[in-house]
């Protein structure tokens, strides 16, 4: 079957009605092994590290939605970066986003670097400035746009032509864009990886992550590795994100309106400093991501013009509806402090050099009404200033 339209593979791609029943839902196959008539000779599904229906579905149905030709599914995304990771061999370099997710700098920085591959951690808002950090031994470019929790805009169209004239790979972490919003195999990337964990999964109840690339020789080495490592998600899980997806466009759409409603409320408030989002035309990324996205999300993360960490405190603990937790992408609203919690794991210094500032608050705008949103965050704002 071919599907023309995103909210059409949202619904129909990768599932198909169960064989043997009829089950328009894929069934939770809940096996670890299946039953061979005869050694060697079975239905194609032997162990469920290696193989599995309800998987199957769910990659089928990513590698659709990211317009790619295979789709692997992993326990956690950092278990899909730590797969595209494992390909590379001591001595490869990787040049990467610098105000990265603060789990994959972890990743990256403790477990990979002490086996001598070594990371370089540059800005990349000028995509032409990436060329001068390629050497010989450049094997990838990692790239997250927007980027967490600045919501910098990298122009993926760019790097993949640096990626390209130099041989190397380009990984694009797509979680905070989805593929509702960008899809970066079309732009040139050769590997998407994905928290499912967040918009995909949407309703903040499972953990997953997945590997999309049109790449057959990646494709056979990740999935050499999701067997021989084993980071699989069980099959619940699966099940989950595939009912998950099948309203990633509604959600999405929300979540854009949303986004938008926050970001312009929070710019003309005046106890706001600086506001970070993309589809705001003060937003230094506004014209790489009005070109390479359909919309632009809900994430947005902003400072108050009284910096102190003291009052970002108070008005986080002042929220009623954002609950405060890490994660983001699920249906209902969370807010954060990245200094603190999600982006803990990368150094002070570091921190400091991206711009992040320890004052700063993340919000992932959920799908509510907008005007209780906005209610709620004027209350929060307001009443941490008057105490
Ligand atoms: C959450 C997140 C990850 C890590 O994914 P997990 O599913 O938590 O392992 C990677 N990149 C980004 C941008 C994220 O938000």
Redesign the pocket.
Known sequence: MTYMKFGTKAVHAGVEPDPTTGAIMTPIYQTSTYVQESPGKHKGYEYARTQNPTRDALQASLAALENGKYGLCYA????A?DTIMKTLRPGDEVICTNDM?G??YRLFTTVFQPFGIKFIFVPMAEAESVEQYVTDKTKMVWV?TPT?PLMNVIDIEKIAAITKKHEVLLTV?N??ATPYLQNPLDLGADIVMH????YLGGHSDT???AIITNNEKLYESYKFLQNAAGGTPGPQDCFLVLRGIKTLHLRMRQHCINGKAVAEFLEQHPLVGKVYYPGLESHKGYEIAKKQMRDFGGMVSFTLKDDKVTTAIKTLENFNLFALAE??GGVESLCGHPASMTHASIPPEERKKSGLSDSLIRLSVGIEDTEDLIADLKQAIESASKA
């Open positions: 956690t995304g950092l278990a970066t997710y789990g994959t997250e967490n972490d979680t905070f928290s499912v964990t967040k953990v997953m992550g994660s983001l």
